[in-house]
């Protein structure tokens, strides 16, 4: 006999139910629009709850880095947008105490940080120094560098923070699909039809937040996002372990410590020739990443406890490594939130909701250079 199949209507249908999609639903669903989420997988297997959950203002990369890339006024406009979005998951209450540091891996990185300061302060970043020994009295043992802790970073536990995010999404009506992964979009007489293993939603509208999954969906994404695979790790809490976040290595390595004193850490795709650029498989073994990321704990992460567990995410890459966010060109019923790579996942959040208000005919507040027209 034939399975049967749901049909929902609704205003707009977004596909990925991470910090990009969830954030957009919430903000359509108070402006009054009706929305469903499909997510291919249960709830908390996004990317940000498996992530670190280091919320940064700016990007992990040193100031004179992100002005040096983007010319000072954008660089000013991209922290104030991203303060707006740390702001926003902080509001979701799932903050950890302790400082979020950026610190330098050796001399070299050390030099970056001072050349940083006068240019963070231009940016707004109020940055303050920590030295290396305090540095190695937060982590009770070698610190493998200074650090800056900037004003405003948060470090927060990512699952708690999307987990509030989804509830405050489904009490505003929104309606919440999950192990349902969209398999086709179609254009229908009157918006979109999105199918998906025995149910399709019709909308008016099309959001694309579900990251590298949309490039089998979306032909125009096919050489804009690339996928980028980074390896994450967790050891067990002690007792009396520190509690921090941090972000080192030119944000190649990034670390968090929250309540429990339980240690996850990520990061060193550089261990491989390739970068982990174009893998798409999450399961695989990476000996060469491993090695590194266990040889970091060892040296100078010594104050948690042995690795219980090892995973890798795979996240989204553009070619300018800012994200898409804006209506998809020359297609008036669909509209992109993705690209967020391995440390702007919090940027995610208020890129969602920018671009919800935008849809709902409000002044979106997004900078005009995440715009997905400037890839054409
Ligand atoms: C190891 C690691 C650590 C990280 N740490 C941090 C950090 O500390 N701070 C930070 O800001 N960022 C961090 N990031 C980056 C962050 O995870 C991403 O930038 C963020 O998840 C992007 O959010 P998103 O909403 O675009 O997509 P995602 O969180 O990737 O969510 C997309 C969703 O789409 C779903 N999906 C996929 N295909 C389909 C389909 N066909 N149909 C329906 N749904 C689909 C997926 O199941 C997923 O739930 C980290 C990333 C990694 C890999």
């Given at each position: 006999?034939?399975?049967l199949?749901?049909?929902?209507?609704?205003?707009?249908?977004i596909?990925?139910?991470g910090?990009?999609?969830?954030?957009a639903?919430?903000?359509l669903?108070q402006?009054?629009?009706?929305v469903?989420?499909?997510?291919?997988?249960?709830?908390?297997?996004?990317?940000?709850?498996?992530?670190?959950?280091?919320?940064?203002?700016?990007?992990?990369?040193?100031?004179?880095h992100?002005?040096?890339?983007?010319?000072?006024?954008?660089?000013?406009?991209?922290?104030?947008?991203?303060?707006?979005?740390v702001?926003?998951?902080?509001?979701?209450?799932?903050?950890?105490?302790g400082?979020?540091?950026?610190?330098?891996?050796?001399?070299?990185?050390?030099?970056?940080?001072?050349?940083?300061?006068a240019?963070?302060?231009?940016?707004?970043?109020?940055?303050?120094?920590?030295?290396?020994?305090?540095?190695?009295a937060?982590?009770g043992g070698?610190?493998?560098?200074?650090?800056?802790?900037?004003k405003?970073d948060?470090?927060?536990?990512?699952?708690?923070?999307?987990?509030?995010?989804?509830?405050?999404?489904?009490?505003?009506?929104?309606?919440?699909?999950y192990?349902a992964?969209?398999?086709?979009?179609?254009?229908?007489?009157?918006?979109?039809?999105?199918?998906?293993?025995?149910?399709?939603?019709?909308?008016?509208?099309?959001?694309?937040?579900?990251?590298?999954?949309?490039v089998g969906?979306e032909?125009?994404?096919?050489?804009?996002l690339?996928?980028?695979?980074?390896?994450?790790?967790?050891?067990?809490?002690?007792?009396?372990?520190?509690?921090?976040?941090?972000?080192?290595?030119?944000?190649?390595?990034?670390?968090?410590?929250?309540?429990?004193?339980?240690?996850?850490?990520?990061?060193?795709?550089?261990?491989?020739?390739h970068?982990?650029?174009?893998e798409?498989?999450?399961s695989?073994?990476?000996?060469?990443?491993?090695?590194r990321?266990?040889?970091?704990?060892?040296?100078?992460?010594?104050?948690?406890?042995p690795?219980v567990?090892?995973?890798?995410?795979i996240?989204?890459?553009?070619?300018?490594?800012?994200?898409?966010?804006?209506p998809?060109?020359?297609?008036?019923?669909?509209?992109?939130c993705?690209?967020f790579?391995?440390q702007?996942g919090?940027?995610?959040?208020?890129?969602?909701?920018?671009?919800?208000?935008?849809?709902?005919?409000?002044?979106?507040?997004?900078p005009?250079?995440?715009?997905?027209s400037?890839l054409?």
């Amino acid at each position: 006999m034939a399975q049967l199949s749901e049909t929902l209507q609704a205003d707009v249908v977004i596909l990925g139910a991470g910090l990009g999609g969830l954030g957009a639903a919430l903000t359509l669903a108070q402006g009054g629009a009706r929305v469903v989420v499909l997510d291919a997988r249960a709830p908390g297997e996004d990317g940000f709850s498996r992530g670190v959950g280091l919320a940064l203002v700016g990007t992990e990369e040193h100031p004179h880095h992100l002005a040096g890339g983007l010319g000072l006024e954008r660089a000013a406009e991209y922290v104030e947008f991203s303060r707006r979005s740390v702001v926003a998951l902080g509001a979701l209450g799932a903050v950890h105490p302790g400082p979020t540091l950026r610190i330098a891996f050796g001399e070299r990185e050390e030099g970056d940080l001072v050349a940083g300061d006068a240019l963070g302060e231009t940016l707004g970043l109020d940055r303050s120094v920590w030295t290396q020994d305090q540095v190695a009295a937060l982590l009770g043992g070698p610190a493998p560098g200074a650090a800056r802790a900037s004003k405003g970073d948060l470090h927060v536990d990512p699952a708690a923070s999307l987990s509030a995010l989804r509830q405050a999404a489904g009490a505003a009506g929104v309606v919440l699909r999950y192990n349902a992964a969209a398999l086709a979009v179609e254009d229908g007489a009157e918006g979109v039809v999105v199918r998906a293993e025995g149910l399709s939603v019709r909308a008016s509208l099309l959001v694309y937040a579900a990251g590298w999954g949309m490039v089998g969906l979306e032909p125009w994404l096919w050489d804009k996002l690339s996928p980028v695979r980074t390896r994450h790790m967790a050891a067990a809490a002690l007792p009396g372990a520190p509690r921090l976040g941090a972000t080192a290595q030119y944000g190649h390595l990034s670390f968090s410590a929250g309540a429990d004193g339980a240690l996850r850490w990520a990061g060193l795709r550089w261990a491989t020739p390739h970068l982990e650029v174009g893998e798409t498989d999450e399961s695989a073994p990476t000996p060469a990443i491993d090695a590194r990321l266990d040889a970091v704990h060892a040296r100078s992460l010594a104050a948690f406890g042995p690795k219980v567990a090892a995973w890798s995410v795979i996240h989204t890459h553009t070619c300018d490594n800012l994200p898409l966010v804006g209506p998809l060109p020359g297609q008036p019923r669909r509209a992109l939130c993705l690209g967020f790579r391995d440390q702007q996942g919090a940027l995610a959040l208020e890129s969602g909701r920018a671009l919800a208000r935008g849809i709902l005919g409000e002044d979106p507040a997004l900078p005009s250079f995440l715009s997905p027209s400037r890839l054409v």
